[in-house]
Every structure is written in C-alpha cells, then in structure tokens.
C-alpha cells in the first residue's frame, strides 16, 4: 500500500483524525498542542491522531493528500477540516463545535 492509500484508509476509518507533531498527551510543537486543546474543547478527547515525526513518508504525504502545507491537519468524516490556524477560527465562532454535533 503506498503512502497516498494509508492517508485515505486512515482518514476513512477513523471519525476524527488528526496528523499532527507528537502525540495528544505530548505534542511537539505548539500548533499541534492548541489543535489538541480546541478537540478537548469541542467534547474530542480521543481524537485518532498520527505522529507525523515517527513516519517521513506520511509527514510529506499528508501535505500533498490535502494539498495544504502545514501540520496539525484535521479530518472529520473523511474531510478535510483544516490546520491549526482554521481550527481556531472555526472554534472561536462556534462553527467547529456545530461539525462535531453534525
């Protein structure tokens, strides 16, 4: 199975994904800690979540799965939700929460 597949059984095996540096209960950076912290927020406390430090072919992979460049990404349902930056905005005006009550 190449790197893309994984991403796509990854993403579609698991109702909240999250790639991210570390782990939840240590991330290493503090983007991926405050995207942890909005879960916690929304009521996610065991999101799935891939250490994107501890396997190189899904840190590139992921960014090229989404086409987006950064790391923490968030999936819910399949789809794409978006980095740290878009987390807290969609948090801060509730929007996040209503993805999750969905």
């Known amino acids: 199975m190449d790197t893309q597949e994984r991403i796509k059984e990854i993403v579609g ?22 995207a942890i912290q909005i879960l916690n927020a929304c009521g996610v406390n065991s999101p799935f ?3 994107v430090l501890a396997d190189e072919e899904i840190r590139q992979g992921i960014k090229e799965f989404a086409n987006w460049p950064t790391i923490p990404q968030l ?6 939700v978006g980095g740290s930056d878009i987390m807290t905005e969609m ?11 969905a």
């Open 13 to 34: 095996s698991n109702p909240v994904v999250l790639f991210m540096k570390g782990t939840a209960q240590f991330p290493q950076c503090g983007f991926s800690g405050r």
């Open 49 to 51: 979540t891939v250490n």
């Open 75 to 80: 999936y819910v349902n399949g789809e794409f």
């Open 91 to 101: 948090y801060e005006s509730g929007e996040l929460q209503d993805v999750f009550k």
